[in-house]
């Protein structure tokens, strides 16, 4: 791995972090990522106009169930921000990496090593120290943590990664069997068309609960942002389509969870929230955790 590629990997990861942070930031995250929705729907638009997409039709059933599963992605990670803080939320939003090996394992019969194992639990006991969030740090302190507003809904955003991640692997599969096309247009194609059916649907799901009024001045107040923030969220991911080319895919998946650091340093520091020696710990923790996933692979 070259120093580019670490340098790009930190830039995606960063932009990551700071999307999310501009989320947290506004007025109604909920509202917020509808106007990002908006953003990214008329990007596809251009891009689709510009290359049609052919989806092979074995590949479709992945791309619905993926579209469903981001929508609930959306919904609960727009509500973890409304019920608690970024520094709490995000890592353990983006703790996915650690689990999905170990449900590839229980569903697609895939291997886990020792060392695999070990980064798992690190990343368990980085969660671990998410939720000590008091003096008291005994069992019972730590379940009522987790039954809180806030915990639900990062572990339900959690759910949806790990999930989305897992038919996104089958279908990505399935759409380089059945297709000639580059690997990263494949995978862009695949990210837009789930993208489409998830933010359509959370858009409409806005619109039923409030009122235009409401969107229309979040989205004058607030729209560098929101542009800022979907921009960065699209050069994010482009930049790791073009490493994948190139790069083993599970160092790049592994060294981008240092975005959990920065999302971490940017509660803290730009919305004052606390908790920040426990929470970085358990962040540099999960990072390590990865790391040790990776080199397993």
């Known amino acids: ?32 990522f509808f106007w990002m929705g908006v953003f990214t729907l008329f990007l596809t638009l251009i891009v689709f106009s510009i290359r ?6 074995q590949v479709w059933v992945y791309v619905i169930l993926s579209g469903l599963v981001h929508f609930g992605y959306w919904f609960s990670l727009s509500r973890a921000y409304m019920a608690g803080d970024i ?36 990343v368990v006991l980085a969660i671990y120290l998410f939720q000590q969030r008091g003096k008291e740090t005994s069992y ?53 068309a789930e993208g489409c059916i998830a ?14 009024r409401q969107i229309a001045e979040i989205g004058h107040r607030e729209w560098k942002q929101v542009i800022t923030a979907a921009t960065m969220a699209m050069v994010s991911y482009t930049l790791i389509l073009y490493l994948l080319m190139t790069e083993k895919v599970s160092y790049i998946v592994a060294l981008r969870q240092c975005s959990v650091v920065f999302a971490v340093l940017l509660g803290s520091y730009k919305l004052r929230e606390s908790g920040l020696r426990l929470r970085l710990a358990g962040a540099v923790l999960m ?3 990865m790391f040790l996933i990776a080199l397993a692979e």
């Open 199 to 212: 933010l359509i649907l959370y858009n409409a799901y806005i619109f039923l609960q409030f009122r235009w």
């Open 87 to 122: 520094s709490f939320v995000y890592p353990i939003a983006r703790s996915a990496p650690a689990f999905v090996p170990l449900f590839a394992l229980l569903f697609l019969g895939e291997s886990i090593s020792t060392r695999g194992l070990a980064g798992i639990f690190c």
């Open 140 to 192: 019972k302190s730590i379940l009522q943590y987790a039954c809180k507003p806030d915990s639900i809904w990062a572990f339900s955003t959690l759910g949806t990664v790990i999930t989305y991640s897992l038919i996104d692997k089958q279908g990505m599969a399935e759409f380089h069997s059945h297709s000639n096309s580059a690997s990263v247009w494949n995978a862009m194609t695949y990210y837009l």
């Open 287 to 289: 990072v390590f955790g």
């Open 1 to 32: 791995m070259t120093s580019l590629t670490i340098i790009l990997v930190f830039l995606s990861a960063f932009f990551h972090a700071l999307w999310n942070f501009y989320a947290k930031s506004s007025t109604s995250t909920q509202i917020f």
């Open 52 to 57: 049609l997409p052919i989806i092979p039709s």
